[in-house]
Structure formats: structure tokens, C-alpha cells
């Protein structure tokens, strides 16, 4: 029942920005941390950011911080993952996560987007 649908995403350069974003519906999604998750070909998934429901409690992957920021509109259901200053192999299939009330990553119950598609070239 739980719906995560991302957009956003794109063709970028090096250094550009990019904002993706997860519309969520069915769950309660004030209640539920989120997370971003991405894929590199060939690559295992690599756990990106995370946000408690209240939008003020972050935690970043070390490939992402000081460049990307997490950020969540609970009355519009949304989780936003703004990326700047961004590099080649931020290249990946971008996915939006349900965590628990408690912890932003998926567990056995959680749930994922589709995916999106970031490519970062020249």
C-alpha cells in the first residue's frame, strides 16, 4: 500500500545541482523517518541521507556530506534530497526509503521508490 514516487532527476554536470524529490501516499508519512539510497552500476547500494519525522534530525553518508541535504515537507508529504557541487560518480539510481518511526533506514517492513536516474557528466 505504501506509494514513494521520485522525480527530479537527470542529467547534471560536474558541479551542478540537482533536487529530486518523493511524493509519499497511503502510510502516515509524518510518522516515519525517511531516507535516500543510490546505485551505481555494478555497485551495492550505498545509504545516502536520513531524516527523523521532525525534519530536524539528519544523518549523511561521508560521500555526501558538506554537499547534499535532506529535507522533508510533512504537509505535503515529501521528502527532498538537495545535491550540489556535484561529481561523476554521484552517477546512480537515486531511491526513496520508509524507515521505521524511529530509524530512517528500510528494514525488513520498509519500503522503496521505483528509483530515479542521476547522471553526473561532461
Known amino acids: 500500500q505504501v506509494q514513494l514516487v521520485e522525480s527530479g532527476g537527470g542529467l547534471a554536470q560536474p558541479g551542478g545541482s540537482l533536487r529530486l524529490s518523493c511524493a509519499a501516499s497511503v502510510f502516515t508519512f509524518p510518522d516515519y523517518a525517511m531516507s535516500w539510497a543510490r546505485q551505481a552500476p555494478g555497485k551495492d547500494v550505498e545509504w545516502v541521507s536520513g531524516?527523523?519525522?521532525?525534519?530536524?534530525?539528519?544523518y549523511y553518508a561521508d560521500s555526501a556530506k558538506g554537499r547534499f541535504a535532506i529535507s522533508r515537507d510533512n504537509a505535503k508529504n515529501t521528502l527532498y534530497l538537495q545535491m550540489s557541487s556535484l561529481k561523476p560518480e554521484d552517477t546512480a539510481l537515486y531511491y526513496c526509503?520508509?524507515?521505521?518511526?524511529?530509524?530512517?533506514?528500510?528494514?525488513?517492513?520498509?519500503?522503496w521508490g521505483q528509483g530515479i536516474q542521476v547522471t553526473v557528466s561532461s
Open positions: 526509503a520508509k524507515g521505521s518511526p524511529s530509524n530512517p533506514l528500510p528494514g525488513d517492513n520498509g519500503a
Open positions: 531524516v527523523y519525522p521532525d525534519g530536524r534530525t539528519t
